[in-house]
């Protein structure tokens, strides 16, 4: 049996911050992290930051127009604005004149796509992850964000000294670490996925970076960066898409299964082991 506290604090008419103190009892069959609260999947789904004492749980939610704010903000880390990010940044490196740095950065998103691409068809097809991680795919989520935004600030604090250039990508990384850990986890995936697509984005941007350190890449124009900003701004009001739906497609065609695989085969595997234990 659980016991649960909720202390709403409204902040405005859009924000909303929910103080969430439970307990759940020892004979509870429940698995932890399942519960739903606000439409989220339990303290695990709502919490921006969450802490955990033997039996007791306490979160702290914020929830913008009814909605978790990280969750709200993790959607801009997917697909509809990382890929055309992603190609502003080729098309910068290709007007700057740099083919060795192009060529750098196509390959390095192809190595990077296709691992995360991967292990999302292994996953659906098969049902194969690391089980013993938490991890079921790589989060492309926090993958994209880690390597454009890092990438992205790294060129850009180029621009105003090349020695600079390390300062911005140490700033992509702050962002894109803390970003994987409070948008990403835990409403878009686990803790463990979005730390999993952390660090193959931290690799790949590094990589990218040290490869082309002592490369020339020219000045960017004004007409060039304002351009760029125009996109990223397009593409972040479009509808968030993702490439759930392609990859799973993919993975049945491949594997001969009905359907793709979720996580709700380890969950109930889960289950019957706590229920098995008790």
Same mark, same amino acid.
């Given at each position: 049996?659980?016991?649960?506290?909720?202390?709403?604090?409204?902040?405005?008419?859009?924000?909303?911050?929910?103080?969430?103190?439970?307990?759940?009892?020892?004979?509870?069959?429940?698995?932890?992290?399942?519960?739903?609260?606000?439409?989220?999947?339990?303290?695990?789904?709502?919490?921006?930051?969450?802490?955990?004492?033997?039996?007791?749980?306490?979160?702290?939610?914020?929830?913008?127009?009814?909605?978790?704010?990280?969750?709200?903000?993790?959607?801009?880390?997917?697909?509809?604005?990382?890929?055309?990010?992603?190609?502003?940044?080729?098309?910068?490196?290709?007007?700057?004149?740099?083919?060795?740095?192009?060529?750098?950065?196509?390959?390095?998103?192809?190595?990077?796509?296709?691992?995360?691409?991967?292990?999302?068809?292994?996953?659906?097809?098969?049902?194969?992850?690391?089980?013993?991680?938490? +991890? #079921?795919?790589? !989060?492309?989520? &926090?993958?994209?964000?880690?390597? *454009? /935004?890092?990438?992205?600030?790294?060129?850009?604090?180029?621009?105003?000294?090349?020695?600079?250039?390390?300062?911005?990508?140490?700033?992509?990384?702050?962002?894109?670490?803390?970003?994987?850990?409070?948008?990403?986890?835990?409403?878009?995936?686990?803790?463990?996925?979005?730390?999993?697509?952390?660090?193959?984005?931290?690799?790949?941007?590094?990589?990218?970076?040290?490869?082309?350190?002592?490369?020339? +890449? #020219?000045?960017? !124009?004004?007409? &060039?960066?304002?351009?760029?900003? *125009? /996109?990223?701004?397009?593409?972040?009001?479009?509808?968030?898409?993702?490439?759930?739906?392609?990859?799973?497609?993919?993975?049945?065609?491949?594997?001969?299964?009905?359907?793709?695989?979720?996580?709700?085969?380890?969950?109930?595997?889960?289950?019957?082991?706590?229920?098995?234990?008790?």
């Amino acid at each position: 049996m659980q016991r649960e506290l909720v202390l709403q604090l409204r902040l405005g008419k859009r924000l909303t911050i929910h103080v969430i103190c439970s307990s759940a009892d020892n004979h509870s069959k429940e698995p932890p992290g399942q519960r739903l609260f606000g439409g989220f999947s339990g303290l695990d789904g709502t919490a921006f930051f969450h802490a955990f004492a033997s039996s007791h749980r306490v979160g702290l939610g914020l929830f913008w127009e009814g909605r978790n704010l990280g969750y709200a903000i993790g959607q801009y880390g997917g697909i509809t604005v990382m890929i055309p990010a992603a190609a502003l940044i080729g098309c910068w490196l290709w007007a700057s004149a740099s083919r060795k740095a192009l060529y750098a950065w196509l390959i390095t998103l192809l190595g990077a796509y296709t691992l995360v691409g991967a292990s999302k068809i292994i996953y659906k097809g098969w049902g194969v992850g690391a089980e013993s991680l938490n +991890i #079921a795919v790589i !989060s492309g989520h &926090a993958m994209n964000t880690c390597l *454009v /935004v890092t990438t992205l600030l790294s060129l850009l604090f180029r621009q105003i000294d090349h020695r600079l250039r390390w300062v911005g990508a140490g700033v992509g990384l702050l962002f894109s670490w803390w970003f994987a850990c409070f948008c990403v986890a835990p409403d878009i995936h686990p803790l463990s996925e979005a730390l999993a697509g952390v660090i193959v984005g931290t690799l790949a941007c590094s990589l990218f970076l040290w490869v082309t350190r002592d490369e020339h +890449i #020219a000045p960017f !124009s004004r007409r &060039a960066l304002a351009f760029g900003f *125009v /996109v990223l701004v397009v593409s972040a009001s479009f509808p968030k898409y993702t490439a759930e739906a392609v990859l799973g497609h993919v993975a049945v065609s491949l594997s001969g299964a009905a359907v793709p695989y979720d996580r709700a085969h380890w969950r109930s595997k889960m289950s019957g082991e706590l229920n098995s234990e008790q």
